[in-house]
């Protein structure tokens, strides 16, 4: 282990490396894993907060308490890299079974199922950027070659709040904002009145295929399941990682 990558943090803390399913890929230092200390007695005081809990900020608190990497700041980082943490954290303190209630699409009635956390997998990447950071990609309906980034956790709450804030005449445009955040060049023009214009005649078929491109390439842990309920009807879900994560191991 580097000694110098130690500098700063308490010797008789136990921690471990994390490495970040983005690769990278998001941030300008080029951040590929972080140093995770592991669970303590402690933490079980934010876990069965009352006020965190009801404020939603459990999760936030717990990662800023036990990221150790000097120079990082929890909140920039990405969704994904926070959740490879959230299951390191898990995995380390009690163990890699995830036990779930799932309903029974035909019945209606909930079953048990249990995931093993230890087996969740990173998407595979391996799309190069260009100098920029900027990935390809081509709008076919347009014929028109555009470049686009990765958004930032940052940038995604920016999305969030003109939404919530939103007191124009109809719906928040969050559909071509989100575009214009994305799109970095089009046809090698980084103008963003250029980009602007090029999303407002977009046709609806290239925004829906670039926007589901971008979610299946993006970085990632896979967290996509399907299982079969009692009455043979295949289920499909997705692993949240809000306090309930945590939650089975409350009141021990």
Request: no cysteine.
């Amino acid at each position: 282990m580097d000694n110098k990558s130690n500098v700063g943090i308490d010797p008789t803390i136990a921690y471990d490396v994390v490495e970040l399913p983005s690769r990278g890929i998001y941030y300008t230092s080029g951040l590929k894993s972080v140093k995770v200390a592991y669970l303590t007695a402690a933490d079980e005081n934010i876990l069965s907060a009352a006020n965190l809990v009801a404020s939603g900020k459990v999760i936030e608190e717990l990662l800023r308490r036990k990221v150790l990497t000097k120079d990082v700041d929890v909140s920039d980082l990405v969704l994904e890299d926070q959740q490879a943490i959230l299951i390191f954290l898990r995995n380390t303190a009690f163990g890699s079974e995830l036990k779930l209630k799932l309903k029974d699409p035909q019945t209606n009635e909930s079953f048990d199922h249990s995931v093993d956390l230890s087996e969740l997998t990173y998407k595979e990447f391996d799309i190069q950027p260009d100098e920029n950071g900027e990935y390809p990609h081509y709008m076919e309906k347009s014929k028109i070659n555009i470049t686009f980034k990765f958004l930032t956790k940052k940038e995604e709450d920016e999305l969030s709040e003109i939404e919530k804030s939103w007191n124009g005449i109809g719906t928040a445009p969050i559909v071509t904002k989100r575009l214009e955040k994305l799109i970095q060049s089009v046809e090698g023009n980084k103008d963003p009145m250029n980009t602007r214009n090029f999303i407002d005649r977009l046709p609806i078929l290239d925004s829906q295929n670039f926007r589901k491109y971008y979610n299946k390439i993006k970085p990632g842990v896979d967290l996509r399941h399907e299982v079969n309920a009692p009455s043979g009807e295949k289920v499909r879900f997705t692993i949240d990682f809000g306090v309930e994560f945590f939650r089975p191991f409350y009141g021990i």
